[in-house]
């Protein structure tokens, strides 16, 4: 996540019942889900007009987990969640998920040419929310040209980093890694 220049960076918890095990993609999904139906803690994140907002969230079994604001026309860029597992669901507003249907190699390349019909897209709208697997390669924006987006995402375990692409027609390119440091 790149910070906006007004970034929240407090901690809050939604209520949940943590498991010694690691949380499965359908647990984390219910959870993303829960905490999106809570008009309270929707209501308590700030939105700017010129940048994405967040607010750390306390997941199930120790997963990290988001809660995101999307100013009208932002969004994530291309990127992976490494070995993470994840899910995300949508408060108000809708986000648009390209995604691709290949796996990418984990390490060892920066430009990759991809195969027809890769492309997958989804539109999530309020109440509405979808799960991933390892090595997901995603972007998430916010189309509106007049409204905020509010989403809550979960990833166990939590991000050990973020990879970020860039994309030209069927070309994808390994652009950074971030760390932990670099968004919190």
């Known amino acids: 996540m790149s910070a906006s220049p007004r970034t929240v960076s407090v901690t809050q918890s939604v209520p949940v019942h943590t498991k ?3 949380p499965t993609t359908a647990e984390l999904l219910d959870f993303v889900r829960r905490a999106a139906a809570d008009t309270e803690l ?3 994140l700030p939105l700017d007009p010129e940048g994405r907002t967040w607010v750390r969230l306390e997941g199930p079994g120790g ?3 988001w809660l995101i604001a999307w100013p009208p026309g932002t969004g994530t860029g291309w990127h992976d969640h490494a070995e993470s597992v994840g899910a995300f ?3 108000s507003g809708e986000l648009k998920e390209n995604s691709l249907a290949v796996r990418l190699p984990s390490s060892g390349w920066k430009t990759l040419e991809l195969a027809e019909d890769v492309d997958r897209e989804r539109r999530i709208g309020p109440g509405r929310g979808r799960a991933f697997g ?3 390669v995603h ?3 916010n189309e509106s ?3 905020h987006a509010i989403s809550v995402h979960a990833y166990h375990p939590p991000l050990p980093l973020l990879r970020r692409f860039s994309r030209t027609g069927a070309v994808l ?3 950074q890694v971030e760390r932990p440091e670099d968004w919190q």
Do not use: P, Y
């Open 89 to 91: 669901a949508t408060a």
């Open 134 to 136: 390892r090595h997901h």
């Open 42 to 44: 929707i209501a308590s």
């Open 173 to 175: 390119r390994l652009e």
């Open 63 to 65: 997963s990290e987990a």
């Open 145 to 147: 040209t007049t409204e």
């Open 139 to 141: 972007e998430v924006l």
């Open 20 to 22: 010694a095990a690691a």
